[in-house]
């Protein structure tokens, strides 16, 4: 770990200022890490991140789950800098995305025709339009605390504190027009007889029911993500599988070959295009017909465009990724360092006498402090101890990991036994830090 030198403080201390003032909230989205702890990044490579003020921390956020190769890949930089003197964007058709499109189509369980976006949001977006073309119907049905990003649509019931009125949820957000609340059901997760009971009865106006499969660290429970299939089968509906966080992370073929249960639609974006702006919706021929211009008139097609959708650039970037990725062994080690790490802080945490677990899957998991072995939705892990969880959050921040306290922990391909081992001991001491 190297020392912070005092004019990277300084430096550090300076853009934060900056970013306060010019920045609407300071950061770069909704988030910003306490004032204490609060940092620039100047530059990353593999598993690792230094900050403007010269420390060095091991990244457990990879940009919030694109790094899956850890920072600058080779592999995903050569290909960067070869296509870049190419050009950056055609709008046209380029080689590079029409092979990443194969490719991706070949991956996915439910993949037959795809279509570039540039983010998760307007995936989740232009599949929900989609869905609501193909069936001409309106409403969907979406999980509480389930994150399908920005729009409109899916910010109903995202992060509640108080359990939702279901099958009415509160808009998360301000600026959400009121009138989209009627066409969106909300339903807890992993809540089989309800799901299929709203499924039922809204079967005629219901045009898809999107799920993160994965719902940010809570794994479906056996036989739900199988009841909701059936139940959307039997009525014609489109199931979308958000998989923006799980695509190309939790297994190769996504939670869709992990879970074992292939939806109509899904999204995926983050790990798809090795760090870089791309995203898609990928699913079956019959459903990605509603995106298909030379078949339908204009007016019964779903409008799905953007400028930068496709572009060279990412999707070198993405074939690049995904070639190292279909490597043998890479899933079984992305697994085993996460299986590592998640049972050294549960073990670590509870010989500190806290309620500790590692919720999720391997690749990806939240710590949490709880004490219920049965969390099996949103409103059950509202009962986890939020401070504590920041608190630990701060201290192993302080102590050198890249984290976002009360989130997730992202593990990529280029973290080792060696970062675990040093990983496991800042955990140790964050917790012997809190406790006294
Ligand atoms: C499951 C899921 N879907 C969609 C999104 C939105 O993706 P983006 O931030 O690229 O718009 C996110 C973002 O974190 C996500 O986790």
Same mark, same amino acid.
């Given at each position: 770990m190297s020392i912070a030198d005092a004019t990277g403080v300084e430096r550090q201390r300076d853009l934060l200022d900056t970013a306060g003032k010019v920045l609407a909230g300071g950061g770069l989205g909704m988030f910003n890490l306490p004032p204490e702890v609060n940092l620039v990044v100047a530059e990353g490579k593999g598993s690792h991140v230094t900050d403007v003020a010269g420390r060095e921390y091991i990244d457990y956020h990879l940009g919030s789950g694109p790094d899956l190769l850890g920072h600058a890949h080779p592999a995903i930089t050569e290909a960067v800098a070869a296509q870049l003197p190419r050009g950056t964007t055609y709008y046209f058709l380029n080689q590079h995305a029409i092979r990443l499109a194969e490719r991706i189509v070949e991956a996915v369980p439910c993949g037959q025709r795809l279509h570039f976006t540039g983010s998760g949001t307007e995936a989740t977006f232009f599949a929900l339009r989609t869905a609501r073309a193909r069936t001409r119907r309106s409403k969907i049905l979406k999980f509480e605390g389930a994150w399908h990003g920005m729009h409109d649509y899916a910010l109903w019931g995202t992060v509640p504190t108080e359990p939702s009125d279901y099958p009415r949820a509160r808009p998360d957000s301000a600026g959400i027009p009121s009138s989209i609340g009627e066409e969106v059901l909300v339903a807890p997760f992993n809540d089989t007889e309800r799901a299929v009971d709203l499924i039922d009865r809204n079967s005629d106006q219901l045009a898809a029911v999107i799920v993160e499969p994965l719902q940010r660290v809570l794994v479906p429970r056996p036989g739900f993500l199988e009841a909701v299939r059936a139940a959307t089968s039997r009525h014609g509906i489109v199931l979308i599988f958000?998989? !923006? !966080?799980?695509g190309f992370r939790i297994a190769w073929g996504g939670a869709q070959e992990r879970y074992g249960v292939v939806p109509d639609l899904a999204t995926y974006g983050k790990a798809m295009a090795g760090g870089f702006p791309m995203a898609c919706l990928v699913g079956s021929a019959d459903v990605m017909s509603a995106l298909d211009g030379r078949v339908l008139p204009r007016k019964e097609l779903a409008w799905a465009s953007g400028t930068l959708s496709g572009n060279p650039i990412s999707a070198v970037a993405g074939l690049a990724a995904l070639g190292v990725l279909s490597r043998p062994g890479t899933y079984e080690q992305l697994h085993r360092i996460g299986g590592r790490l998640r049972s050294g802080i549960v073990e670590s945490g509870r010989r500190h006498g806290f309620p500790t677990q590692a919720l999720g899957e391997d690749a990806v998991f939240g710590v949490r402090f709880i004490e219920s072995d049965d969390v099996k939705n949103w409103m059950d892990l509202q009962r986890h101890d939020r401070a504590l969880g920041l608190r630990w959050g701060v201290e192993c921040l302080k102590r050198g990991l890249l984290v976002n306290p009360n989130e997730k922990f992202y593990i990529s391909t280029a973290h080792t036994d060696a970062d675990v081992d040093r990983t496991l001991e800042i955990c140790d001491a964050a917790f012997a830090a809190v406790r006294a």
């Open positions: 958000d998989e !923006v !966080v799980t």
